[in-house]
């Protein structure tokens, strides 16, 4: 069961140093394995509203590369120059200290605004082709 309310933007308040500003918004929290088409269709509405060009998306890892298809999808030219990054965690931020949360934020944070337009997918320390399955990066040792 995920959270009411999502624990990054304390992450990136307490923890981040960043010269840039961060501007989390939270479009909801969810389950990814409960996520559905009506939830991306909000997702690409909270997007093409937003006035940012560099968005990171924190979501659960088992549909993430599907829900990173259907944004660009659904974004379609409307993306412009924006760059989307989608990332998760084995371990949920906060729940354990062996979370590997804060890294793939950190990392996602870092490489997305070095990344062209488009919807990527960021874990441990690779920016994923679309037809890499983030579980087996994330669970399988090489």
Avoid: C, W
Wanted: aromatic share 6%.
């Amino acid at each position: 069961m995920p959270r009411r309310n999502s624990v990054v933007p304390g992450f990136f308040r307490d923890v981040v140093r960043s010269n840039k500003e961060l501007t989390p918004l939270s479009a909801f929290v969810r389950d990814s394995r409960d996520s559905s088409e009506s939830h991306v269709k909000e997702l690409v509405r909270f997007i093409r509203s937003s006035k940012h060009e560099h968005i990171l998306i924190t979501m659960g890892t088992y549909n993430m590369q599907t829900v990173a298809g259907e944004l660009e999808m659904g974004l379609g030219e409307s993306i412009g120059n924006k760059k989307i990054v989608l990332t998760g965690s084995r371990l949920p931020l906060g729940l354990s200290d062996m979370s590997d949360a804060p890294f793939n934020l950190g990392y996602a944070l870092g490489k997305v605004g070095f990344l062209n337009p488009g919807v990527h997918v960021a874990v441990n320390g690779l920016v994923l082709p679309r037809d890499q399955d983030v579980i087996s990066v994330m669970y399988t040792p090489e």
